[in-house]
């Protein structure tokens, strides 16, 4: 009876934060889905349902191939860039900077992270210029010819990569240092006392043990990067604030389909994609590092 008293005084005790979470995350996601299969314009009032039509004019939808052919590199760039510079810059700040100093290490990297996303955008814009900006000055001082950073369409989406890359970096290497933290100590000394360097502990030891935090970071690297849409839009826009071509992401067509020309349902079908390929990239992964762990 006692047991039975706790089980529901847990139950009651949780369902205010379940009927939120409800609310705010899988009511949006399963509206999403049925906007997703009606012809939803928002000055029609009449919204018929017509299946999975918007799914299959997506499949011929040239912008929306754009979009998800940019989106899908910028989010994989990201996640090749962030993973293995978050990991050696957390080592370096643990076992390289044991002091007064590592506080300030930890903040100075952390703190992009926490700037506001568009002044953030707006200062690598500046530096992206193709007149103006200090990197096409350091370029030509090296004797280098300038690059037109963000009107070509490749190096606009590497411009996009670095910005996101840079903003995710800190909170990835915030997480390797809680990592690198709770390793044993034990047995790094006793793999120092067998001979093996700093680099062999690191590949044999570190890596092996931090694979539930690299497959943390990468699950949030991830589906940060299919989110992208600030980054782009500022930096693809021109001085008057227009939206431009050159970087077009899935979040940027969403929301020109649904507020520009009006069509929700067809955004919605858009959102849809994106939440399972986002879903399926994350079984892979999961997926991926058990096998590894097993093996």
Known sequence: MLRRKRWLFAILAILPTLALFAWLRMYPIFETLRLSLHKWDILSKNKPFIGLANF????????????????????????????????????????????????????????????????????????????????????????????????????SVISVIVLCSWQALGYAVLIYLVGFKSLPVSLFEAAKLDGASGPQSFWFLSMPMLKPITLYVSVVTLVS?????????????????????????????????????YRVGYAASEAVVLLVIVLVLTLIQFSLLRERGRA
Do not use: C
Request: avoid cysteine.
């Open 56 to 155: 299959q004019e997506l499949m011929s939808d040239r912008l929306f191939h754009e979009a998800l052919l940019n989106t899908t590199i910028i989010a994989f760039g990201v996640l090749i860039i962030t993973i293995p510079t978050a990991m050696v810059l957390a080592a370096m700040i643990h076992y390289r900077t044991r002091s007064r100093a590592s506080g300030f290490y930890e903040t100075a990297i952390f703190l992009p992270h926490v700037v506001s996303l568009v002044p953030a955008a707006m200062a690598w814009k500046w530096i992206f210029d193709a007149r103006l900006g200090p990197l096409n000055a350091v370029l030509t001082f090296f004797g280098f010819e300038p690059q037109a950073w963000l009107f070509d369409p490749t190096l």
């Open 225 to 261: 990067g299919f989110n992208v849409y600030a980054q782009a839009f500022v930096l693809a826009s021109d001085a008057q604030g227009a939206p431009g071509r050159q970087v077009r992401v899935l979040v940027l067509d969403m929301l020109e389909n649904s507020f520009r020309n």
